[in-house]
């Protein structure tokens, strides 16, 4: 079972940030917040993971709160291209439990 | 950039009969996934190989649908007899074993018609 819950959609101005948020109130010390996102009859696609401190790369930011109880992907210029469903996973990465569960995700429209 | 690759595309089969997908993992990635996919959801893990291994299988209907994953190679999904029910997304994955470079890669998927 998915261990996470996310809005079901979100709307973003086109160039705005958008926001995406994730709760995971339940995590464990050992699992690893993973963000993906499906754009349209493509299969899924990693964006960013951490455990607790903030991450940046190329396509987003990941914002973990200190208690690891939510976290928060950002996008800081949303394009229109960044329409898709975006799924928020834990991993207990290391340990014979690891999977890859999605739940719904958030649809997320970047509008023009 | 390597790539998962998945074959057919799209297929459309009758019920009753089989129907097979084939996927071509990242070179090196330890860990398989087959992914099941139906419209307006997210993917739902069907099977999950470690190695040669089945790491988990719990939600694969195991009296129709059957997963292999050779040594070194490819891995296939076999469904027969297909069901109307099971016109979906097939989805496989690939990623690392460890705790480092471990996000999963999935390929385009195989879109299937049960009519």
């Known amino acids: 079972d998915a261990k996470t819950t996310q809005p079901t959609s979100m709307d973003c101005a086109e160039g705005r940030a958008a926001n995406l948020p994730c709760n995971h109130s339940?995590?464990?010390?050992?699992?690893?917040v993973y963000w993906y996102r499906q754009i349209h009859s493509q299969g899924p696609q990693y964006i960013i993971h951490?455990?607790?401190n903030n991450e940046t790369n190329e396509m987003a930011s990941l914002i973990i709160t200190e208690d690891r109880k939510s976290s928060t992907l950002i996008l800081p210029h949303a394009t229109l291209r960044d329409t898709a469903v975006y799924y928020c996973?834990?991993?207990?990465?290391?340990?014979?439990?690891?999977?890859?569960?999605f739940g719904p995700g958030t649809s997320l429209s970047v509008i023009p | 950039e390597a790539e998962v690759a998945q074959s057919p595309r799209y297929k459309i089969t009758e019920k009753s009969q089989a129907v097979a997908f084939w996927c071509d993992p990242i070179?090196?990635?330890?860990?398989r996934y087959w992914y099941r996919q139906i419209l307006g959801q997210g993917p739902e893990l069907l099977v999950q190989?470690?190695?040669?291994?089945?790491?988990?299988d719990s939600q694969l209907p195991k009296d129709r649908f059957s997963a292999e994953r050779l040594k070194g190679v490819d891995s296939t999904l076999k469904i027969q007899p297909a069901e109307l029910g099971d016109s979906a997304m097939y989805l496989c994955?690939?990623?690392?074993?460890?705790?480092?470079?471990?996000?999963?890669?999935f390929g385009q998927g195989t879109r299937l018609t049960v009519v």
């Open positions: 994955a690939s990623s690392f074993l460890g705790t480092v470079n471990t996000e999963a890669f």
């Open positions: 339940t995590i464990s010390g050992n699992e690893y």
């Open positions: 951490g455990l607790k």
């Open positions: 996973i834990v991993r207990p990465l290391g340990t014979s439990y690891d999977k890859v569960i």
């Open positions: 070179s090196g990635h330890a860990t």
């Open positions: 190989f470690q190695d040669e291994s089945v790491v988990d």
